[in-house]
Nanobody, 123 residues
Framework: QVQLVESGGGLVQAGGSLRLSCAAS????????MAWFRQAPGKEREYVAR????????SYADSVKGRFTISRDIGKNTLYLQMNSLKPEDTAVYYC????????????????WGQGTQVTVSS
């Protein structure tokens, strides 16, 4: 069974940086796509970025392109999201997610989720 545990959230001023981590366990992840989603209060959960575990292919939502970088450390089974030039509109709970045998940005296709970590960006 896949377990995903996020960490690294916090409070930061606009223009600052944070790095989120997601420790993954329970499987060999070579056939997985891993992703970050976020959910702001009163809004739907939205896609942020995804990476294929084996090949490292990435994609990003337009709203974060050029500011966020998704990466993974295969040896540590850890997914990262480096967030730079943060804006107040980036404030949300950030979730790590995983799906096997698919490369997708649709939250409905991800069947493994972490508990989330809060990111708050003050203006």
């Amino acid at each position: 069974q896949v377990q995903l545990v996020e960490s690294g959230g916090g409070l930061v001023q606009a223009g600052g940086s944070l790095r989120l981590s997601c420790a993954a366990s329970g499987r060999t992840f070579s056939s997985y796509t891993m992703a970050w989603f976020r959910q702001a209060p009163g809004k739907e959960r939205e896609y942020v970025a995804r990476i294929t575990w084996s090949g490292g292919s990435t994609s990003y939502a337009d709203s974060v392109k050029g500011r966020f970088t998704i990466s993974r450390d295969i040896g540590k089974n850890t997914l990262y999201l480096q967030m730079n030039s943060l804006k107040p509109e980036d404030t949300a709970v950030y979730y790590c997610a995983a799906v096997r045998w698919r490369v997708t940005v649709s939250k409905d296709e991800y069947d493994n989720w972490g508990q989330g970590t809060q990111v708050t960006v003050s203006s």
